[in-house]
């Protein structure tokens, strides 16, 4: 078991990660929780179903009852109706303030969740149990939750951290293939930004994490990694002030690329990896990085089977717009997150915009 401490600024919390924690949840959140009588879960159908029954038959051994709410499953239903669904569940079952929900599932839960536990009753205590890669590596730490509107992605939200998380990387086996190497995109983050031991690992074993046949011990390790590097960062800089811009590796591009395809065809690693290409296609055209980068991290990203090609039916003019919208902007420019050598980045926040349809590499 690897434990990793994360510092916030409503108090301290716990990532637990261990192949094979499940059984043990009920346990653990009685130390936590000593006299709760309930526990709310917040899942979707497809999650509920895989480990639904192993989940709560351990709370209910640790004497919790329980109250599960689902919403539909999908990035589309991240929405303000099914974030009110959720609540309605809870209040109807006459939820108290001290009473915790703990949420089961991918970013999409978890996002929406979280932001359920900070409205509800102006808030009830929130655990995540992350189930996707993505999940365990990025979205259930840092405090981020939130939900879609129709102007755009995860633009209702609050800051709403977490009191623990549980994350058992065995749960990662059932998860389409598809999205297990989405999420190597977010890992290869890591290593590209600064986590040299994960890159070592990654040039290494890359092709066992991407491969049909699932290792829970690799991934474990993967998994404590990653969270060690996001915890460090966002407990440095919970509020996005400045290190915590480096989680946006690769995601000014692809970010845009997400928009200009309109959130359809692509996960949202894949363009991550598509777009911490285009950041190193720009890099050497500004000779920030030497020649070699870009064949360096095409090759890493290609063996994770995720895609190395941008995709010829956007051109620039279709994604400028998507580069002007991103959150990360502060006065017009998109601050520009470069790799200089592997496993090291650069922020450039001012350029000369010539730079930046180099992004758009073949
Ligand atoms: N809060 C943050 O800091 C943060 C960071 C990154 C991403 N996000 C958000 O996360 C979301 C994406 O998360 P995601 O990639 O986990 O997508 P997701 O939650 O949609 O999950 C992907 C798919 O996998 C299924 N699934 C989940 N766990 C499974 C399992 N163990 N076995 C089989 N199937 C399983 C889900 O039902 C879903 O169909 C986006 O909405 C994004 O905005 C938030
Ligand atoms: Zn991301």
Not at 57 to 77: I, M, N, Y
Not at 135 to 154: E, M, P, R, Y
Not at 168 to 188: I, K, M
Not at 227 to 250: C, P, Q, Y
Request: glycine content about 12%; hydrophobic content about 45%; charged content about 20%.
């Amino acid at each position: 078991m690897t434990t990793v401490s994360v510092r916030s600024a409503s108090g301290p919390y716990d990532i637990l990660i261990e192949k094979g924690l499940l059984p043990g949840l009920g346990p653990s959140l009685r130390t936590i929780f000593p006299s709760a009588t309930r526990i709310g879960l917040v899942s979707n159908p497809v999650v509920w179903g895989l480990y639904g029954d192993r989940i709560q038959g351990s709370l209910e051994k640790a004497g919790f009852r329980t109250v599960v709410a689902l919403h539909p499953d999908g990035e589309r239903f991240k929405t303000m109706e099914s974030l009110m669904a959720l609540l309605t569940v809870f209040l109807e079952a006459r939820w108290e303030r001290r009473e915790p929900l703990l949420v089961v599932g991918g970013g999409v839960t978890g996002d929406m969740g979280g932001l359920a536990a900070a409205l509800l009753l102006r808030g009830v205590p929130l655990i995540h149990m992350p189930t996707t890669v993505v999940a365990q590596v990025d979205s259930s730490i840092g405090g981020k939750t939130g939900v879609d509107h129709f102007l755009g992605k995860n633009l209702i939200g609050a800051f709403n951290p977490p009191r623990a998380i549980f994350a058992d990387p065995a749960l990662l086996a059932t998860l389409p293939l598809r999205e297990r190497r989405a999420g190597l995109g977010e890992v290869l983050k890591y290593a590209f930004i600064g986590d040299t031991a994960l890159l070592s690992l990654l040039e290494e074993r890359v092709e066992e994490l991407a491969g049909e046949k699932f290792d829970g011990i690799l991934w474990e390790k993967v998994v404590s990694l990653c969270a060690v590097d996001k915890a460090r960062i966002v407990s440095e800089d919970e509020r996005e002030a400045g290190e915590r811009m480096l989680l946006n590796f690769g995601h000014t591009f692809g970010h845009a690329l997400e928009g200009a395809l309109g959130f359809e065809g692509i996960l949202h690693g894949e363009a991550v990896a598509i777009g911490m290409l285009s950041a190193a296609a720009i890099s050497e055209a500004a000779s920030i990085a030497a020649p070699g980068i870009f064949s360096f991290m095409k090759s890493l990203i290609g063996r994770a089977g995720l895609p190395v090609a941008w995709p010829r039916e956007i051109p620039f003019a279709q994604i400028q717009p998507y580069l002007v919208r991103d959150k990360k902007t502060s006065g017009g420019q998109v601050a520009l997150i470069l790799p200089e050598v592997p496993g090291r980045v650069r922020i450039l926040r001012e350029y000369d915009t010539n730079l930046l349809p180099n992004g758009l590499f073949s």
